[in-house]
């Protein structure tokens, strides 16, 4: 991640100084690290919902003791992707329509934000970066290739977190507890919502975003953000039908 110094003149103050210290004491846990490879596992249907999630398992698996795993379970139950139940312990939870609809609506608007920011302090760098991303999601999109699409979806907005000016928001949606789930709900996304519905959109979407970036208008890039991520509720829906839709609640994970 890019280095991010102080401006001259300014001093690091206390308070900034407490934050720094504690953002990275949280990302560098061992429950942090597992919950994040746990979404990830869960994200692309690799743990299906319903399957138990043994501590002891776990910690062989992860090579680490149970303490950490235990955590890691806790941050998941937090996240609503695990439910424990009394002397069974924690079960991967069926996918929560509800609970991704509010997690994309907060991403929306943060990215779209964030887009906003990049716009105004944009480099002609930045733009040939951003439009090379997008030839790899196009690309990997036609060849119907899961797993580039994601790598390539996941550079596409970490570039524009991590360039937009905004420490605090990068640390937000990219190195926090919260950060990991939205990105595992962006990967779920993928794989529940069909290659053939995401290759309608993937190449014009993203190069709007970049479009309106290159453009210098901020107002546009935002709005092109919040339409493409809105756009994947509206693939998802497709996918798993209206029915499903309506009922808010939980449907399973995909079979591989």
Same mark, same amino acid.
């Given at each position: 991640?890019k ?23 949280q990302?560098n ?6 919950f994040?490879k ?10 299906r ?6 501590e ?34 924690y ?13 994309? @609506?907060?991403?929306?608007?943060l990215?779209? %934000?964030? =887009? /906003?920011e990049? !716009?105004?302090? #944009?480099s002609?760098?930045?733009?040939i ?20 699409y994601?790598?390539?979806?996941n550079?596409f907005?970490?570039y524009i977190?991590?360039?937009?000016? @905004? ?6 949606? %990219?190195? =926090? /507890?919260?950060? !990991?789930?939205i #990105?595992?709900?962006r ?31 901020p107002?546009k ?28 609640n939980?449907?399973?994970?995909p079979?591989?």
């Amino acid at each position: 991640m890019k280095k991010l110094s102080v401006p001259k003149g300014k001093k690091t103050t206390a308070v900034q100084k407490r934050i720094k210290t504690q953002v990275g004491a949280q990302e560098n846990t061992a429950a942090n690290i597992i919950f994040g490879k746990m979404v990830e596992l869960i994200s692309t249907g690799e743990w299906r919902s319903g399957m138990h999630l043994s501590e002891v398992q776990l910690s062989e698996r992860f090579e680490v003791s149970r303490t950490p795993v235990r955590e890691a379970l806790g941050l998941l139950k937090e996240a609503g992707m695990a439910t424990r139940q009394p002397k069974l312990g924690y079960f991967v939870s069926p996918f929560d329509i509800i609970a991704c609809c509010e997690l994309l @609506n907060i991403r929306a608007v943060l990215e779209g %934000y964030a =887009s /906003s920011e990049l !716009t105004s302090r #944009r480099s002609d760098i930045d733009i040939i970066i951003l439009r090379d991303i997008v030839k790899d999601i196009a690309a990997a999109a036609k060849d119907s290739n899961q797993n580039n699409y994601i790598q390539a979806e996941n550079a596409f907005h970490d570039y524009i977190l991590e360039h937009c000016g @905004n420490r605090q928001l990068w640390h937000l949606l %990219y190195s =926090s /507890s919260m950060g !990991t789930l939205i #990105r595992g709900i962006r990967e779920r996304i993928v794989v529940l919502a069909e290659m053939t519905h995401v290759q309608t959109a993937a190449e014009k979407e993203h190069l709007e975003i970049v479009d309106a970036i290159a453009e210098g208008d901020p107002s546009k890039a935002e709005r092109c953000m919040l339409e493409h991520i809105r756009g994947g509720l509206e693939r998802l829906q497709k996918t798993i039908g209206p029915i499903a839709w309506q009922k808010g609640n939980a449907f399973p994970n995909p079979v591989k």
